[in-house]
């Protein structure tokens, strides 16, 4: 009885082990980046504390009510939205 032939298997290769350009790596972020993003999150917390504390001792900021709230938190989140670039 004839021997049957034997199949070569191919050589596994991990998918993009055959790509040839460089990935590119960004560098650290911009320190003008890193102080905006710093001065937003501490400005709606100094917002909400002041809103607490001397709220009528402010008097345009008595008259905008629960929009302290809004302003005061949307600064600390838009803050803590850019740490998701931060390098």
């Known amino acids: 009885m004839p ?3 034997v199949r070569k ?3 596994y290769t991990p998918p993009g082990a055959d790509r040839k350009t460089p990935v590119k790596v ?3 972020t911009h320190p003008v980046y890193i102080a905006v993003m710093l001065g937003l999150m501490l ?3 100094v917002w909400l504390v002041v809103q607490y504390l001397a709220v009528d001792l ?3 900021m008595s008259q905008l009510g ?5 302003i005061g938190f949307s600064l600390i989140v838009i803050g803590l939205l ?3 670039k931060w390098r």
């Open 3 to 5: 021997k049957s032939k």
């Open 82 to 84: 850019m740490t998701m």
């Open 26 to 28: 960004k560098g650290p």
């Open 43 to 45: 400005l709606g917390l």
């Open 66 to 70: 629960p929009l302290n709230f809004l």
């Open 9 to 11: 298997k191919t050589v």
């Open 58 to 60: 402010i008097p345009w």
